[in-house]
């Protein structure tokens, strides 16, 4: 299946901890994007990599460090993990084309649950 | 600061009704506006979508109306069957090298059988 992958589904860990968030796409498109969705399911962008170059890096915790292997991969790592970072991760996938003739591909995310 | 603002949170409609979601923005800027549908346990997808030099554009029972001049645009889902029951957010942005989106607040709909 064509498709913006993430793994886990689920990740439950404490306070403390460091954790990492795998996504790979497999639609040939070159710019990926971390998004985070909150208890209230607001959607905010977070990064986002264009062929392995950082492109919007929005206010975030420095704990939280995208990386891209390459550019059909971005991952998450999140270091001294709060409370607070209890939240839905989705990855998104797009050409580099004008927003209109490429859309947003979502994953399916990762719950992240911080005890 | 909330740049794009969505309403209602929350939406009933019966089955074969209109559903209609209000967005509003505050970035002249903006240049693309996008309707993403959520279910539960899914990423959100995307539905449809205009640009600031159109109206109004109609796929299937989905219309998004846009009036630039009041900074606001809207979604209405004609004929709103069970299987729409959802959750949507506009969002707006601003081509930069990538897409940044800013999302609505989103809307929870329930279309009742």
């Known amino acids: 299946d064509t498709a913006v992958s993430q793994t886990p589904k689920y990740l439950v860990t404490q306070m403390g901890n460091d954790k990492s968030i795998k996504c790979e796409q497999n639609?040939?498109?070159?710019?990926m994007y971390w998004y985070k969705q909150d208890s209230k399911k607001f959607l905010k962008i977070m990064f986002s990599y264009n062929n392995k170059e950082l492109i919007i890096n929005e206010t975030v915790p420095n704990r939280f460090s995208p990386k891209s292997p390459d550019k059909a991969h971005l991952n998450l790592h999140i270091n001294s993990l709060e409370l607070g970072d209890s939240a839905v991760y989705f990855c998104?996938?797009?050409?580099?084309?004008?927003?209109?003739?490429?859309?947003?591909?979502f994953g399916n995310g990762t719950r992240l649950t911080v005890t | 600061q909330q740049q794009v603002k969505q309403s209602p949170q929350s939406l009933i409609v019966q089955k074969g009704g209109i559903s209609i979601i209000n967005c509003a923005y505050e970035n002249t800027a903006f240049d693309y506006f996008p309707w993403y549908q959520q279910f539960p346990g899914k990423g959100p997808a995307l539905l449809i979508a205009?640009?600031?030099?159109?109206s109004e554009k109609k796929e299937g029972r989905f219309t998004i109306s846009f009036n630039k001049s009041a900074k606001q645009f809207s979604l209405h889902i004609m004929d709103s069957q069970p299987g729409d029951s959802a959750t949507y957010f506009c969002a707006a942005s601003r081509y930069q090298g990538a897409q940044k989106l800013v999302f609505g607040q989103g809307t929870r709909l329930t279309i009742n059988p």
């Open positions: 998104a996938s797009s050409h580099t084309l004008e927003s209109y003739n490429s859309p947003l591909h």
């Open positions: 205009i640009r600031p030099d159109v």
């Open positions: 639609l040939g498109h070159d710019t």
